[in-house]
């Protein structure tokens, strides 16, 4: 089955205490993103890949860093959370070969609470 | 610069009776045009999308969407709501942005649908 995977599901964790959260396709996706989502504000993007070894920020990359070693995978890092990074956190992909119309698939979401 | 506006943050029908979900854009060009649906405790599933094939769009449980380059606007209906509709919608619009298509998400419609 063609999908996106993250992993935590949920997360609580303490100012300052580093955490990755994992992000993993099967679609051979060029193109990954993370987006988090705050009431009110839909998703905003935070870092994304357009393939191996190539990241760049996206809207709201403060406080972020994101990795891309292999092509499934796209960690997202938070060196030192703060409780403005409460959010919840999507993971997305796509391919590059076709247009601007082709459809970016979602994870589940990470529900990220710091305290 | 591309940008997207949801006119309602939250709507609310009776089962049986017909939903409107209001959105306007703002693109610089012909724009490709999306609406996701996200589920409680779930990530977004893609409802629709506009590529200029066809202005009226028809997607996934019913819904469809027409697009009206006069108006800038990418209203989502269905005639006949179910109580398994209630969900946050988003109409995105995907922008060129250094060199690629990103999306832009906007703020989010939340579709209660009462018995």
């Known amino acids: 089955e063609a999908q996106v995977t993250q992993n935590p599901r949920y997360l609580i964790t303490v100012t300052g205490k580093k955490l990755t959260v994992t992000c993993s396709q099967n679609?051979?996706?060029?193109?990954m993103s993370w987006y988090r989502q705050d009431p009110g504000l839909g998703l905003r993007q935070i870092y994304y890949?357009?393939?191996?070894?190539?990241?760049d920020k996206g809207d709201v990359p403060e406080g972020y860093k994101v990795s891309r070693k292999e092509k499934r995978n796209f960690p997202l890092i938070l060196e030192s959370p703060s409780p403005n990074q409460t959010s919840l956190y999507f993971c997305?992909?796509?391919?590059?070969?076709?247009?601007?119309?082709?459809?970016?698939?979602f994870g589940p979401g990470t529900r990220l609470t710091v305290l | 610069a591309q940008s997207v506006t949801q006119l309602d943050s939250h709507v609310s029908v009776s089962e049986g009776t017909p939903v409107l979900l209001r959105c306007n854009y703002s693109?610089?060009?012909?724009?490709?045009l999306f609406w996701y649906v996200q589920h409680p405790n779930k990530g977004l599933q893609l409802l629709l999308k506009?590529?200029?094939?066809?202005?009226l769009v028809k997607g996934i449980n019913g819904f469809e969407a027409e697009f009206k380059k006069s108006e800038t606007s990418f209203h989502l209906t269905k005639p006949s709501a179910h109580m398994s509709d209630a969900a946050e919608y988003f109409c995105?619009?995907?922008?060129?942005?250094?060199?690629?298509?990103?999306?832009?998400f906007g703020a989010g419609t939340r579709l209660a649908v009462h018995p």
């Open positions: 997305a992909s796509r391919s590059l070969a076709g247009g601007p119309e082709d459809e970016q698939f």
């Open positions: 679609m051979n996706h060029e193109y």
């Open positions: 890949s357009m393939n191996v070894e190539v990241t």
């Open positions: 693109s610089s060009y012909s724009p490709s």
């Open positions: 506009y590529t200029s094939a066809a202005t």
């Open positions: 995105v619009v995907s922008a060129v942005s250094g060199g690629y298509n990103k999306l832009i």
